[in-house]
């Protein structure tokens, strides 16, 4: 077989692999990427953008309703139509990937299509669907071929039993569907179907759901879900499934009670595992935890230093800007630059509706100082008719110096930015406080929270 030498050579193109092959052709590498299916990978086919599309027209249905009684009514149909939103949603994700293809292309990145996988610690082999077959040796590589939906051996993937990617490809939409896992996937879709109009029941075997956020977060959730009529089941576990007349019956167990529940389809989001099985890491030094993850210095070095992971194939939350911003630091670090990964404000959304939102230090120690601010003193808040939620921040009890934050309500995803460049910046509280913010935003509770950690707080008069 012929041998091709490459310089860079990164496997997998979503939003680890293309944003590294993009940064180390900026700094003068000449690169390859190799793929096996479509240029974007997970975030863009069937996670991040998918879910956000429908997640974004099930809020604006789902305010429609809302405000039926001073619009009127605005639609003579009564559901959503799924095939019109498939199309949208398919030109959507055509125009990022034509997107991507096209810097690709700019900066000179070849693109080989194939499935790779090692034959040694500096060569690989790419197979693609035509039965060719080569060979290639490299002089450093990045791996980053994501990750993909558990399946649970007790929940085979079906007609019936469908992952978060056949959920979100769905061409109409369903009466009722029930969801096993309570993450932060399993939300954003049983929100986004509730508000349009499915009867969703949630399943979660933990004794409650998304245990990374704090209660009184997850408690203004949950009275949400409650409103939204969704069916919560936590500390449930689901034993067993029974297909009949076009309808899934899951039979469920809460300690010594068991009970079932029935849907249209069972969505499984059970976590996600690495695509690190039939990557050839036996013919490597690579070295590998029990679930396959990938283990990595803190410069993304495997345990083959010419060889770096990145993305949903090391540890660390699976995020899309997580895995760009290991991209980008590993394409430095095979260009000289002796860089180290900093993970203090990695910003989480679950884009629940209302959304919630993290970042950096987020448990109260004996050195932080909490400080929270409801929404329902915010203007904006309440003219959008969505004043549930509030803003959190951390910030050292000495200097003031912010550490941390969270914000449960409209906008999260945007807001909680701010507090990650104030940590990232260095920022105190005082800091924030200073910032004159527009009016009337969402934005204006974090000037809120950071005089209330200041001690002069003008919207409230005391802590919550
Ligand atoms: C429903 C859902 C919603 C999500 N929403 C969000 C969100 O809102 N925000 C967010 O930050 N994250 C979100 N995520 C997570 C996000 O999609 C992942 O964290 C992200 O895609 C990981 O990027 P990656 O580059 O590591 O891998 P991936 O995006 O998974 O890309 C890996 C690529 O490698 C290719 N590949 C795999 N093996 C090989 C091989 N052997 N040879 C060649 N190519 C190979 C694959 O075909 C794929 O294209 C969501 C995920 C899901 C499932």
């Given at each position: 077989?012929?041998?091709?030498k490459?310089?860079?050579?990164?496997?997998?193109?979503?939003?680890g692999?293309?944003?590294a092959?993009?940064?180390?052709a900026?700094l003068g590498?000449?690169?390859t990427?190799?793929?096996?299916?479509k240029?974007g990978?997970?975030c863009l086919h069937?996670?991040?953008?998918p879910s956000k599309?429908i997640i974004g027209l099930s809020?604006?249905?789902?305010?429609?309703k809302?405000s039926?009684?001073?619009?009127?009514k605005?639609?003579?149909s009564?559901?959503m139509?799924?095939?019109?939103f498939?199309?949208?949603?398919n030109?959507?994700i055509f125009?990022?990937q034509?997107?991507?293809?096209?810097?690709?292309?700019?900066h000179?990145?070849?693109?080989?299509?194939g499935?790779?996988?090692f034959c040694?610690?500096?060569?690989?082999?790419?197979?693609?669907?035509?039965?060719h077959?080569?060979?290639y040796?490299?002089?450093?590589?990045?791996i980053?071929?994501?990750s993909e939906?558990r399946?649970?051996?007790?929940f085979p993937?079906?007609?019936?039993?469908?992952?978060?990617?056949?959920?979100l490809?769905l061409?109409?939409?369903?009466?009722?569907?029930?969801i096993l896992?309570?993450g932060?996937?399993?939300?954003e879709?049983?929100?986004?179907f509730?508000?349009?109009g499915v009867?969703?029941?949630?399943?979660?075997?933990?004794e409650?759901?998304?245990?990374?956020v704090?209660?009184?977060?997850?408690h203004?959730?949950?009275?949400?879900?409650?409103?939204?009529?969704?069916?919560?089941?936590?500390g449930v576990k689901a034993?067993g499934?029974q297909?009949?007349n076009e309808?899934i019956?899951?039979?469920l167990q809460?300690?010594t009670?068991?009970?079932s529940?029935?849907a249209?389809f069972?969505?499984?989001?059970?976590?996600?595992?690495?695509?690190?099985?039939?990557?050839?890491?036996d013919?490597?030094?690579i070295?590998?935890?029990?679930?396959?993850?990938?283990?990595?210095?803190?410069s993304?070095?495997t345990s083959?230093?010419t060889?770096?992971?990145?993305?949903?194939?090391?540890k660390?939350?699976a995020?899309?800007?997580?895995?760009?911003?290991?991209g980008?630091?590993?394409?430095?670090?095979?260009?000289?630059?002796?860089y180290?990964?900093?993970?203090?404000?990695i910003?989480?959304v679950?884009?629940?509706?209302?959304?919630?939102?993290?970042?950096g230090?987020?448990?109260p120690?004996?050195h932080?100082l909490?400080s929270?601010?409801?929404?329902g003193?915010?203007?904006?808040?309440?003219t959008l008719?969505?004043s549930?939620g509030?803003?959190?921040?951390?910030?050292?009890k000495d200097?003031g110096?912010?550490k941390g934050g969270?914000?449960?309500g409209p906008?999260?995803?945007?807001?909680?930015?701010?507090?990650t460049?104030?940590i990232?910046?260095?920022?105190?509280v005082?800091d924030?406080?200073?910032?004159?913010?527009p009016?009337p935003?969402i934005?204006?509770?974090?000037?809120?929270?950071a005089?209330?950690?200041t001690?002069?707080p003008?919207?409230?008069t005391?802590?919550?």
């Amino acid at each position: 077989m012929e041998e091709k030498k490459l310089d860079t050579v990164i496997i997998g193109s979503g939003p680890g692999g293309y944003v590294a092959a993009i940064r180390a052709a900026q700094l003068g590498q000449r690169v390859t990427i190799i793929e096996k299916s479509k240029i974007g990978g997970t975030c863009l086919h069937t996670g991040c953008i998918p879910s956000k599309a429908i997640i974004g027209l099930s809020k604006k249905w789902a305010d429609f309703k809302k405000s039926e009684h001073i619009f009127g009514k605005l639609s003579t149909s009564n559901e959503m139509d799924m095939m019109e939103f498939q199309k949208d949603k398919n030109k959507t994700i055509f125009k990022l990937q034509n997107g991507i293809q096209h810097l690709l292309h700019k900066h000179e990145i070849e693109v080989v299509e194939g499935t790779a996988a090692f034959c040694s610690n500096d060569a690989l082999i790419v197979s693609n669907i035509h039965g060719h077959t080569n060979k290639y040796s490299f002089q450093h590589c990045i791996i980053a071929t994501g990750s993909e939906p558990r399946e649970l051996p007790s929940f085979p993937w079906g007609d019936r039993i469908l992952s978060s990617t056949g959920a979100l490809a769905l061409q109409s939409l369903p009466e009722e569907i029930a969801i096993l896992g309570g993450g932060y996937i399993g939300i954003e879709l049983g929100c986004a179907f509730a508000n349009l109009g499915v009867k969703v029941t949630i399943i979660e075997v933990q004794e409650d759901i998304l245990l990374m956020v704090d209660p009184k977060i997850r408690h203004i959730l949950k009275q949400q879900l409650n409103k939204k009529k969704i069916n919560l089941l936590t500390g449930v576990k689901a034993i067993g499934y029974q297909e009949e007349n076009e309808k899934i019956r899951i039979q469920l167990q809460r300690e010594t009670e068991f009970f079932s529940v029935q849907a249209d389809f069972l969505v499984v989001s059970a976590g996600r595992i690495p695509c690190t099985s039939s990557l050839g890491i036996d013919k490597t030094n690579i070295e590998v935890d029990r679930n396959g993850m990938i283990q990595v210095n803190s410069s993304l070095q495997t345990s083959v230093p010419t060889i770096f992971a990145i993305g949903d194939v090391i540890k660390g939350p699976a995020l899309a800007h997580k895995a760009s911003y290991e991209g980008k630091l590993a394409a430095e670090v095979i260009s000289g630059n002796n860089y180290v990964i900093d993970y203090r404000a990695i910003p989480q959304v679950i884009f629940s509706d209302p959304e919630i939102a993290l970042t950096g230090e987020t448990a109260p120690t004996e050195h932080l100082l909490e400080s929270v601010f409801p929404l329902g003193a915010n203007g904006r808040a309440l003219t959008l008719n969505q004043s549930e939620g509030l803003v959190k921040i951390f910030s050292t009890k000495d200097t003031g110096h912010v550490k941390g934050g969270a914000v449960i309500g409209p906008n999260a995803s945007e807001v909680i930015t701010e507090i990650t460049i104030a940590i990232e910046a260095g920022w105190t509280v005082a800091d924030l406080a200073l910032t004159i913010h527009p009016h009337p935003t969402i934005s204006e509770a974090i000037i809120e929270t950071a005089e209330l950690a200041t001690g002069m707080p003008i919207h409230v008069t005391s802590p919550m």
